[in-house]
Nanobody
């Protein structure tokens, strides 16, 4: 059984920073791409940032220059460093990962979500 557990959300003032973490645990043979998504009230879930197993990254235009995604492959953990936050960043942030449970079996997993609230 594979689980993704997020942490690091909270309430912050505009202009502030937060760092999200997402750790994969369970029966893991390997981890491919890992991503962060977010969903604001009344809006569709959107991709925020993604990182490949080799470290290549891509970002939504709205967060470029402010958010940085990184990963620690030894810990099966992905991070999202967020700076210069603004109220439009308020959302539930979800971790998403493509994980190999065995050499031949992989699946996609979501974390439970962590709330980020930015006050003006």
């Amino acid at each position: 059984q594979v689980q993704l557990v997020e942490s690091g959300g909270g309430l912050v003032q505009a202009g502030g920073s937060l760092r999200l973490s997402c750790a994969a645990s369970g029966s893991i043979f390997g981890v491919n791409a890992m991503s962060w998504y977010r969903q604001a009230p009344g809006k569709q879930r959107e991709l925020v940032a993604a990182i490949s197993s080799g470290g290549s990254t891509n970002y939504a235009d709205s967060v470029k220059g402010r958010f940085t995604i990184s990963r620690d492959n030894a810990k099966n953990t992905v991070y999202l460093q967020m700076v210069t936050l603004n109220p439009e960043d308020t959302a539930v942030y979800y971790c998403f990962a493509d994980i190999w449970a065995t050499m031949r079996l992989h699946n996609y997993y979501w974390g439970q979500g962590t709330q980020v609230t930015v006050s003006s």
